[in-house]
């Protein structure tokens, strides 16, 4: 079920018992595990969500975005597995990207075309950590999907409410004010009227590549014709 926003106009304390700094640990080598050969590789990623912030649960996934457009052949090359491969973009404006789930529980996600400042933030707004971090144990503070700024601490984090305190946040983590306003208006809407879904996901064949099914669907719908040729 999906966490509904949350209005708390006061800071409230949040410590980790010992099994949660064992479950951010198992989760963080297993990001590691993925962050490494790519950037091996020459492939700047990125762990975003809880997993960066800290606040994870035994059912949090890790979350890893590729911010560059880049082959998916190199990517896929370099990890050399993937249970699913799809193509998803949440409007017609929206970058088109590339989601390789390796399980379950890891998904790298991928622009396949430039990605705009705007979406760009959105990865920083809920927290953003790179390999380096991960080694040397940083957290960063975020905003999870209750809209509930995560700020680390020593024992656990500090949560504060972010709706009505949007420009608090923006400055918090570095993103612009807009980006805020727009995350607190799309999950109240969601809450309104239940999830609001994506505009397109489309799965892969298993012999097609991210690059194919892109011109395909591209060749086939004018918006994302326009969306392509408004980047470049």
Do not use: C
């Not at 983590?173 to 805020?180: D, K, M, N, R, T």
Request: hydrophobic share 35%.
């Amino acid at each position: 079920m999906a966490r509904k926003p949350e209005v708390l106009h006061e800071k409230r304390a949040v410590n980790y018992d010992e099994v949660h700094w064992k479950t951010l640990a198992r989760l963080r080598e297993r990001a590691a595990d993925i962050l490494l050969p790519l950037q091996e590789g020459g492939i700047k990623s990125h762990v975003y969500g809880s997993l960066a912030r800290g606040d994870v649960s035994k059912s949090s996934d890790i979350d890893i975005i590729v911010p560059h457009a880049v082959s998916s052949y190199r990517i896929e090359i370099i990890l050399s597995f993937g249970t699913r491969r799809e193509l998803v973009q949440a409007t017609p404006s929206s970058v088109l990207k590339g989601h390789l789930h390796l399980d379950n529980e890891i998904v790298v996600s991928f622009p396949m075309f430039k990605m705009m400042s705007r979406e760009r933030e959105f990865y920083q707004w809920g927290g953003m950590i790179n390999l380096d971090d991960i080694l040397n144990h940083n957290r960063v503070p975020g905003v999870d999907k209750r809209l509930i700024l995560i700020e680390p601490t020593e024992r656990g984090h500090i949560e504060q409410g972010v709706i009505g305190y949007e420009s608090y946040a923006a400055k918090k983590l570095g993103v612009s004010v807009s980006i805020a306003q727009e995350r607190t208006r799309v999950l109240a809407r969601r809450d309104e009227v239940g999830r609001t879904g994506v505009y397109r996901t489309y799965l892969l064949k298993d012999d097609e590549t991210f690059e194919e099914a892109a011109k395909s669907l591209a060749d086939s719908d004018p918006a994302l014709r326009r969306t392509i040729k408004r980047r470049e």
